[in-house]
């Protein structure tokens, strides 16, 4: 038997072989007319005012006449109905998987917006202690900041495929002739040492190693961390995208007829306000999502994956952690070229071809004291905010797991649109009421 076929169908038979001469006064259809029009199927005006002969239907030729074997449908209602039906398939799916999606959408969005506040604030609190603390002026040192956060922005929305490493790698190495300015010299006396000396400084980055191996070490964290977060939103984007294929399921000719004989032929025996019957909904939405069903472990895979990796970022340092421990990041890296400056200095000038006689070693070299109250930043409420999303959505999921499989049975469990009880003699069951 077909996949769409229904239990009640064959007792309809049945009635229908017993009872050959029953059939249904009606003097109008009016009432079709209205509810034809009002499920969006067509204008009123299509439906006949009265009942017809009309012995070229298909779809819904078994579907009980009327007084005399005659219909309120017409070939071209028909054939109206054929067409609607996937549409009318498609938006009952869509309401259906509204909620998960947005669910989901929104927590996509949120974390998003998380991660750029998180990097807008470390940016600000990073450029006020390279001001307040390294006397390094904010004009010198925007430019290099607006470009490793932006690359770092990029990155992690997906914006930009260049590798993590050599965003660290670039800044730092930018970062080097500003410390040795205004850190490691006395600006009032490097000053005129010019461009062509600072270009000097970042060509010999690598040999002079100004920071230590520090940015070695954060350039291994964020490029983790920031890989994990990559995953995690791009987990979520998956997750709507297999929703709306769904949205957008194929409907073919099987199931369009079997859609028209659940929603519309009831309207041709002038049965205009009768629900159809769960169990023949229930046996024509599991024939028309067979494919969809296809899915289920595929969404399960995505869903575990998903929560592994929520476990993995719970437990472990994560991106937005670690951008907000930024500005103690680059203050650890400047504290280790004070620490290290006569070394630093004594290279830079060997490397740059630039001799004692050149600049006054005892005026230009300073010994810069370390600052006062040095302590990282405490991650701000958002995170915490976030994080709450994250495990509710993760709850979430879990329950939604089955989802697909489960598909035509919450199309179908609906009072609203079709008749719950399954041994009900009021409901359109394919052909008839009962």
């Known amino acids: 038997m077909s996949g769409y076929s229904c239990r ?19 003097n109008s259809c009016s009432s079709v007319a209205q509810v034809y029009n009002s499920k969006g199927v067509g204008p009123a005006n299509d439906v006949p005012v009265s009942p017809i002969s009309e012995p070229l239907l298909s779809a819904c030729a078994h579907s009980q006449r009327l007084e005399n074997g005659s219909t309120c449908c017409t070939l071209a209602m028909e ?13 009952q799916i869509r309401a259906i998987n509204q909620k998960l999606k947005d669910r989901i959408t929104m927590s996509l969005n949120l974390y998003k917006e998380h991660l750029r506040q998180t990097l807008q604030d470390a ?21 290099v900041l607006d470009s490793f956060f932006h690359g770092l922005r990029r990155y992690l929305l997906h914006e930009s495929e260049t ?3 050599d965003t660290m790698k670039e800044f730092f190495k930018n970062l080097f002739p500003l410390v040795f300015e205004y850190v490691i010299g006395d600006p009032s006396k490097t000053a005129h040492l010019g461009e062509e000396f600072y270009g000097c400084l970042a060509r010999n980055y690598d040999s002079i190693k100004p920071f230590g191996n520090i940015p070695l070490y954060l350039e291994k964290q964020v490029t983790y961390a920031f890989q994990r977060a990559r995953i995690f939103t791009e987990s979520l984007n998956v997750m709507v995208h297999t929703v709306n294929v769904t949205d957008h399921v194929d409907v073919d000719s099987e199931c369009r007829r079997a859609v028209t004989r659940l929603e519309f032929c009831s309207l041709c025996s002038g049965e205009a306000e009768v629900k159809p019957c769960r169990g023949l ?11 969809v069903t296809e899915l289920s472990s595929a969404w399960i895979d995505v869903v575990s994956g998903f929560q592994n990796l929520h476990l993995v970022m719970v437990k472990q340092h994560n991106a937005e952690e670690f951008v907000s421990y930024m500005d103690g990041n680059v203050t650890d890296a400047l504290l280790h070229s004070m620490d290290d400056s006569l070394r630093i200095y004594n290279e830079t000038l060997r490397l740059c071809n630039k001799s004692s006689n050149d600049t ?9 004291t370390n600052p006062a109250h040095h302590t990282p930043h405490t991650p701000s409420a958002h995170l915490q905010a976030t994080r709450n999303d994250i495990s509710t959505l993760v709850q979430q999921l879990e329950d939604s797991k089955f989802f697909l499989q489960q598909l035509a049975d919450g199309l179908c469990r609906r009072p609203s649109l079709y008749d719950q009880e399954m041994q009900s003699d009021t409901c359109w069951n394919g052909t008839a009421v009962g």
């Open 8 to 26: 009640g169908f064959i007792v309809v038979c049945a009635c229908l072989f017993l009872f050959p001469h029953f059939s249904l006064a009606v």
């Open 79 to 91: 054939e109206t109905f054929l067409l609607a039906s996937g549409n009318h398939l498609r938006t």
């Open 123 to 143: 940016q600000t609190r990073t450029s006020d202690k390279l001001t307040t603390w390294y006397k390094i002026p904010r004009e010198a040192h925007k430019k």
């Open 163 to 165: 590798r993590m490493s």
């Open 281 to 291: 909904c229930l046996n024509v939405m599991r024939g028309c999502l067979a494919k």
């Open 360 to 368: 006054n070693k005892e005026k230009v070299f300073k010994k810069f």
